[in-house]
Nanobody, 117 residues
Framework: QVQLVESGGGLVQPGGPLTLSCEVS????????MGWYRQAPGEERELVVS???????KYAESVTGRFAISKDYADTIVYLQMNSLKPEDTGIYYC???????????WGQGTQVTVSS
């Protein structure tokens, strides 16, 4: 089992920054991919960015150059630094953990990000 707890969401003005955190605990050893997804009202959940155990990252085109994912060496916390936020970045942001050996997948409870003036 893996537990994920997100924090850091809130209301931010367009153009502003915001950093989300995801605390990871449980059976986190082995090959894995972690990442952030978001879901806007009325839309499907979409990948924002993922990071593999070795550090390889994959960003959605809409956030490339504005968002940055990082994690600690022990894979116990994952950050999403968001800059130059736009109203279309509004949504619930979810932390995701996928074990590449067992293929089990886990989700956090989500944190709301609202970009509005």
């Amino acid at each position: 089992q893996v537990q994920l707890v997100e924090s850091g969401g809130g209301l931010v003005q367009p153009g502003g920054p915001l950093t989300l955190s995801c605390e990871v605990s449980g059976s986190i050893y082995g090959s894995k991919v972690m990442g952030w997804y978001r879901q806007a009202p009325g839309e499907e959940r979409e990948l924002v960015v993922s990071i593999f155990s070795g550090g390889v990252t994959k960003y959605a085109e809409s956030v490339t150059g504005r968002f940055a994912i990082s994690k600690d060496y022990a894979d116990t916390i994952v950050y999403l630094q968001m800059n130059s936020l736009k109203p279309e970045d509004t949504g619930i942001y979810y932390c995701n953990f996928r074990d590449l050996q067992t293929r089990l997948e886990y989700w956090g409870q989500g944190t709301q990000v609202t970009v509005s003036s």
